[in-house]
């Protein structure tokens, strides 16, 4: 399974389209979208055309966090979210 991070930006997301079609179409492929927003209009757009072209996307988001950059080299409390789709994760592959 191919996990596509990218920013709900018009130049990220371009990206992923990019990425998505150099792939093998039986390569699974799932888009975790990060530095996002969920009150901003570009989440939603990103959001609306991945969901428009049946791309899988993970339920949750990962959140634009200062504390996610302050905590190199340390055993963070807070984990954005990441907890949460490493569990979809698991589900998805069956563990």
Do not use: C
């Amino acid at each position: 399974m191919l996990i596509i991070p990218t920013k709900p930006a018009s130049l990220d997301m371009a990206r992923v389209w990019t990425t998505l079609d150099s792939i093998p179409p039986t390569l699974p492929a799932i888009v975790l979208l990060t530095h996002a927003n969920p009150r901003t209009i570009s989440y939603h757009q990103a959001l609306e055309a991945l969901n428009e072209a049946k791309i899988a996307v993970f339920d949750t988001p990962i959140k634009t966090l200062e504390a996610i950059k302050n905590n190199a080299n340390t055993y963070p409390k807070d984990l954005a979210g990441y907890e949460q789709v490493a569990a979809e994760l698991l589900n998805l592959v069956g563990e």
